[in-house]
């Protein structure tokens, strides 16, 4: 607390109450607003890139970015024993229905990385090297999950594990060929290219880092914001929310259209996209992983792993017949 104490003299502030909410974020409270302390990871490599996004909101007017305090000689953080802290508005969050929240993190995240977009030069040549070792990758083990359905097909008693695989592995099949068909687009989509798009990202764009109120939303916590492709933020933001949350997923596939009107993308980064949520790696490995680790942990992952890969399924079904026939190529 005392930490925290010196760092609020840098903003002129005399605090009536401090309440310690993590190890790293404090509330604070004086005669007239409530703040957010924020014990940050930044370093002096990524401080930069941290202060970058804050000129940009302010140059762009990026309302998904909350705002932070400016320090009595003006600047956007305070060091203190080789830490950096900054300050914010502390935002209570409001209930929103799990509609309004989809729909207001599409059109913020649209608008972010439409308002940042910037032209780049391609290597194709390399990304379809890429592209191509990553498919004979999961081609790989796609064939020794088929040997291991086969084996435990042939148990005339399944363990709960086991009947899992078997059990969904025809959906696995289905997944793994509109993998492979989109990488097979993907790598004719790339052929010739010679430019794309880069944007700022949000770096770990997942729900603890949004908040809602009535009137406006924000993305909270940059330190780990980048300039990169837009794609990283959305399947990041995808994956986490089929992995971990019950937001109705058909409300994050029907809603995509939101993003698409902020942001529109060209064809190979809808391909991306679809390619980098069908990412089926992690369960390939936990059906390869030792039998030392606990059979009922090993199921509750196997499910949910599975479950992100029926939602990525159905987002990439969904993608193709609504946008990318007629997505125009640039």
């Known amino acids: 607390m005392d930490d925290v104490r010196e760092v609020l003299k840098s903003y002129a502030i005399d605090p009536a109450y401090i309440e310690q909410i993590t190890d790293r974020l404090f509330k604070v409270k004086d005669k007239e607003r409530t703040y957010a302390v924020k014990r940050s990871q930044l370093t002096r490599q990524t401080v930069a890139m941290w202060e970058h996004v804050y000129h940009e909101a302010n140059d762009k007017k990026i309302a998904a970015v909350l705002p932070v305090y400016l320090t009595k000689a003006g600047f956007l953080y305070i060091t203190m024993r080789h830490t950096v802290y900054y300050l914010t508005p502390w935002i209570d969050e409001e209930t929103l229905a799990s509609n309004q929240q989809i729909e ?17 030069d391609m290597n194709t040549a390399v990304s379809i090297k890429q592209f191509k070792s990553y498919q004979n990758d999961v081609r790989m083990y796609f064939s020794r999950m088929k040997a291991y359905v086969e084996t435990y097909e042939k148990n005339h ?22 993998l492979d068909d989109n990488i097979e687009r993907l790598i004719v989509e790339l052929t010739d290219k010679t430019s794309g798009h880069i944007s700022l990202c949000h770096g770990q764009l997942i729900r603890p880092h949004i908040v809602h109120k009535q009137n406006t939303s924000h993305f909270i916590n940059w330190e780990k914001a980048y300039i990169g492709h837009a794609i990283d933020d959305l399947s990041r933001l995808l994956n986490h929310a089929a992995l971990f949350y019950s937001n109705p997923k058909d409300q994050w596939i029907n809603q995509f259209s939101i993003y698409i009107q902020e942001n529109k993308l060209a064809k190979y980064e809808l391909l991306l996209l679809m390619i980098y949520l069908l990412d089926p790696m992690d369960y390939f490995l936990l059906i390869e992983q030792s039998g030392d680790t606990a059979m009922i942990d090993r199921i509750g992952r196997l499910e949910q792993h599975y479950r992100r890969l029926d939602f990525a399924w159905h987002m990439s079904r969904e993608i193709k017949a609504s946008f990318l026939t007629d997505t125009p190529n640039h």
């Open 157 to 178: 008693y399944m363990s709960p594990f086991e009947l899992q695989v078997c059990t969904q592995f025809h959906k696995i099949a289905m997944i793994w060929n509109e």
């Open 104 to 120: 207001r993190t599409y059109q913020l995240l649209g608008k972010l990385h439409y308002k940042t977009k910037q032209k780049t």
